[in-house]
Every structure is written in structure tokens, then in C-alpha cells.
């Protein structure tokens, strides 16, 4: 795999996270809106850790599930260059974000297995990104399980596309030679707890993910 693969580190809650990542080389910095996860950022933090993240890496704001509401304002006040859709919203609804509020629309899909691939396709035209992830399990997303890579490979893929789950500094580089993902996501494989990021393998991540 070439230099060029992209690096989102997700579900970032402190300032030293945040500039961790950006000097280890990450292209997409995670913010979650969302309470259920340990991950989950008020509105007011959010906005906080946006403005540590430099033109030259992007916001991704994580909603799941999120009200007209909840989505408008998030939106509005946190001013992602990116927004992560990472429930069960419609390709109509995707589309909708995409065309009236001029963000980046990326949709995460738990891949269960190759019906899943072709479902994905009612979301072409309607989205910037898939993020393949291991599926649902009580939280959408951060539960720390790899799926079956081999469902990708050979895939031909008429978005751009990123890989997620269970991804570690471990397993990264491995996932990004089976699959040839563009872009790797990681959350809880950098962390040492639940939600609290242990900035030595956000380095370690990004390093390995460079050098696959």
C-alpha cells in the first residue's frame, strides 16, 4: 500500500489527544456526539477540541441515530469538515445533509457479510464515504472487534471507503494489506479504558498505518 492511506482516530475527549494525534500524522480527528458511548462529547466540548484541529486535518463530527434537531445544531455550532453517519439513517436523509449543508457525508455499515456490500449500494450518489465496520453490537460502533476482511477484497468499490473495527497498532498495518483500505478508523484499539486514549498507541497506530 502506498504512503497516501488516511488515518481517523475517533472518539478523541482531551486536548493532548487531540495534538497527539495530529503530530503522529492522523488525516481525521473523531468527534462523537453521542451519549450512550464513554466516548461522547457535549456540544460545548466539542466545539473546544474542533478549534485545536488545523486546516490541514479534518473534523469528523459521529452522530447516531440523531433528531433534525440534534443533527442542525451540531452541525451548525461544531463545524465539521466531515459528518459521520453511524446508524440506521437512510440513503435519503444522507443525501439531504450532503446537498443542503455542504459537508462530507460518510456512512459507517457493520459488514456482516456480502448482502451487506450490495445494500450499500442504495447509498451511491448519497454519500462521500463508507466505513466498513464489525456490526452493531449494543453501541454502533468502539467495541473493539475486527470482521471479516476478506469480505472486501476483490470489491469493487464506486465510493471511497475506510475500514474500522477493532483496529489496533498491532492489526493495522495486516488489515490495510488484505483489504487496500484507503482510509483506517480507529477508536478503542488506541485506548487504555474505555474512552480514555493512551497517547502512546495513537502513535504507535499512525506509525504502523504509515508504514504498511
Not at 488515518?7 to 468527534?31: D, F, M, Q, R, Y
Not at 466540548?45 to 486546516?55: F, M, Q, T, Y
Not at 495486516?174 to 483489504?179: D, F, G, L, V
Amino acid at each position: 500500500m502506498s504512503q497516501d492511506t488516511q488515518i481517523k482516530i475517533c472518539g478523541l475527549s482531551t486536548p493532548e489527544a487531540v495534538e497527539t494525534a495530529v503530530a503522529s500524522g492522523a488525516t481525521h480527528i473523531g468527534l462523537i456526539h453521542f451519549e450512550p458511548s464513554p466516548r461522547h462529547l457535549s456540544i460545548r466540548d466539542a466545539i473546544k477540541l474542533r478549534e485545536l484541529i488545523p486546516s490541514t486535518v479534518k473534523a469528523v463530527l459521529l452522530l447516531v441515530n440523531a433528531d433534525v434537531k440534534v443533527t442542525g445544531t451540531a452541525i451548525a455550532e461544531i463545524k465539521p469538515d466531515v459528518v459521520q453517519f453511524h446508524g440506521r439513517e437512510t440513503p435519503e436523509w444522507t443525501g439531504l445533509i450532503r446537498e443542503k449543508l455542504g459537508v462530507e457525508v460518510w456512512k459507517a455499515l457493520g459488514l456482516k457479510d456480502a448482502g451487506t456490500l450490495e445494500r450499500a449500494q442504495k447509498y451511491v450518489g448519497k454519500i462521500d464515504r463508507f466505513l466498513f465496520d464489525a456490526p452493531a453490537k449494543a453501541l454502533p460502533g468502539g467495541n473493539g472487534e475486527t470482521f471479516r476482511w476478506d469480505l472486501l477484497q476483490g470489491h469493487e468499490h464506486e465510493v471511497p471507503w475506510g475500514l474500522a473495527g477493532g483496529l489496533t497498532p498491532d492489526n493495522v498495518a495486516e488489515a490495510i494489506q488484505a483489504t487496500g483500505a484507503e482510509l483506517v478508523d480507529t477508536s478503542s484499539g488506541v485506548e487504555s479504558a474505555p474512552g480514555v486514549k493512551d497517547m502512546d498507541k495513537i502513535a504507535a497506530f499512525c506509525e504502523a498505518a504509515r508504514n504498511a
